[in-house]
């Protein structure tokens, strides 16, 4: 996007706010600055003796095998990251056979932040409702891939303590506990279901591992939607804190590069409304790079923006309604609605007749849709500072990003946004494409518990897992 053109949907209409707008536009110079720094955090995250005092974690996953096309059989996935969770089915056969079932059950809210054997229990009785309504042979243990997409420090591919709550998540007595064991003691309670969790995992992990199936070279995993995120493919003798088989050369890494900036890496390029944003969050001081970047957080700084040019009277005429002056009002899918606009500003005067401003001249919509497409693509930005990052100090020639979020599948530019920034902060003789995620979390976390499976049957010929 060029901020230096007029708004695309009416050429006539000049942008008045851009001078307000400046302090979200980054240069290639201050993101070139961050790509020092988060390189930094990610080899520090890595180092023995630097870990501790590095933001960025970079966990071990303990995943070092890919989807190699042997895996057969029925799989369980459960896919836990934000408000809805959901329940999969998936049988993997001959010829790249594929299908999925799945479910999606809601997380109350009462028990997203209320005790967390609460939520681990909801979470039991809706996988046995789903081995239920499928007629599940339970007669042993269903193989399960558990997709938790929240900062894990994991100690095996079964084993993975909470970190920290995210994405307005605090259920007391989980941060510093197992989740695995949490999950298998909910379930081993009911007594009417038998499940084997084979491996936990985050969102990127299995975006990575479900874009791998169709493409092997898939080296990267990123995620943008209510959080951000992103793992990738790293040699074993770089990950010091890794006790894992060392035979095999490489394990997956989890960056949890949200927490990026917390040191205070990050005050040079963020705003007040940043600032604003972090200060009133539930976790205050955390995830200061995802809360620059993803949905959750995507349209609150576009309203605050809104609010903050109103009150100077540089938007409506100084008016504002109530509803814009309520805090998360302006959801992240009006951004993307905003900037799909063509003709006439038809879903900007829609939308911010939803939030009673009814009066919006042409010239305010022409500010507003600026004001989305800046904050938009300096999120875009980021994720390529970061992705550049990757990229660089992997040094593969030729790499495929596994991407999936509801913000790259929905907003109408951001994988553009994201593939030329992107290229021109990687090196040159480094090829990458970015690949939308067929359901990473879901699927991936499938796959994982198939390769699991198929990882314990080494000397068994595929022919005869295939029975």
């Known amino acids: 996007m060029c901020f230096d053109e007029v708004t695309p949907s009416s050429p006539a209409v000049q942008v008045t706010v851009k001078d307000n707008c400046k302090s979200l536009i980054l240069s290639n110079e201050q993101l070139t600055t961050l790509m020092k720094d988060l390189d930094k955090s ?9 870990n501790a005092s590095s933001v960025v974690k970079c966990y071990v996953t303990y995943v070092q095998d890919l989807p190699n096309g042997t895996e057969r059989g029925k799989f369980l996935a459960l896919d836990l990251g934000g408000t809805n969770f959901r329940i999969l089915l998936i049988e ?38 789903f081995v239920n309504k499928y007629n599940l042979d339970n007669k042993k243990a269903l193989p399960l891939g558990f ?15 909470l970190n920290s709550w995210t994405k307005g998540f605090d259920c007391s007595g989980v941060v510093g506990e197992d989740v695995v064991k949490l999950l298998k003691s909910a379930i081993k309670k009911r007594k009417d279901v038998k499940i084997d969790v084979c491996g936990i995992l985050n969102d990127t992990t299995g975006t990575l591992m479900s ?13 943008v939607g209510t959080g951000c995120n992103a793992c990738y493919v790293e040699k074993v003798e770089n990950v010091e804190l890794f006790d894992g088989d060392k035979i095999k050369p490489h394990v997956i890494v989890n960056t949890e590069w949200g927490a990026f900036g917390d040191d205070g890496k990050l005050d040079a390029i963020r705003t007040k409304y940043d600032r604003e944003i972090d200060e009133d969050s539930l976790n ?65 005067r829609k939308i911010l007749s939803e939030m009673g401003i009814n009066d919006s001249s042409t010239v305010d919509c022409a500010n507003v849709r600026y004001i989305c497409e800046c904050v938009s693509s300096r999120s875009a930005h980021l994720v390529s500072a970061g992705l550049a990052v990757i990229l660089n100090k992997m040094d593969e020639k ?27 902060l990687t090196k040159a003789d480094i090829n990458f494409d970015l690949m939308l995620s067929d359901d990473g979390s879901g699927r991936g976390a499938a796959l994982v518990a198939a390769v699991a499976v198929r990882d314990e049957l080494p000397l068994v010929k595929n022919e005869e897992i295939a029975k």
């Open 92 to 129: 993997l056969g001959d010829k790249n056979y594929f299908h999925m079932d799945f479910e999606t059950f809601k997380v109350p809210s009462q028990i997203q932040t209320g005790k967390g054997t609460e939520l681990f229990d909801h979470i039991a009785k809706c996988l046995a409702e």
């Open 42 to 50: 990610i080899r520090d995250g890595l180092g023995k003796e630097t």
């Open 147 to 161: 997709t938790f997409s929240f900062p894990l420090r994991q100690v095996g591919l079964t084993k993975g303590f």
């Open 398 to 424: 030729s790499v495929t990003i596994g991407v999936d979020g509801s913000v790259y599948r929905f907003h109408p530019y951001f994988h553009k946004l994201i593939l030329e920034k992107t290229r021109q």
């Open 284 to 348: 205050p001081r955390k995830q200061r790079f995802e809360k620059m970047i993803s949905g959750m957080y995507m349209g609150e700084i576009v309203r605050l923006a809104i609010v903050d040019l109103a009150n100077q009277n540089k938007l409506f005429e100084g008016r504002l309604s109530e509803q814009m002056k309520t805090k998360g009002a302006f959801v992240t899918s009006f951004v993307s609605d905003i900037e799909s606009d063509t003709v006439d500003y038809k879903n900007t």
């Open 211 to 223: 874009c791998a199936w169709k493409t092997p070279n898939t080296k990267i995993g990123l995620i």
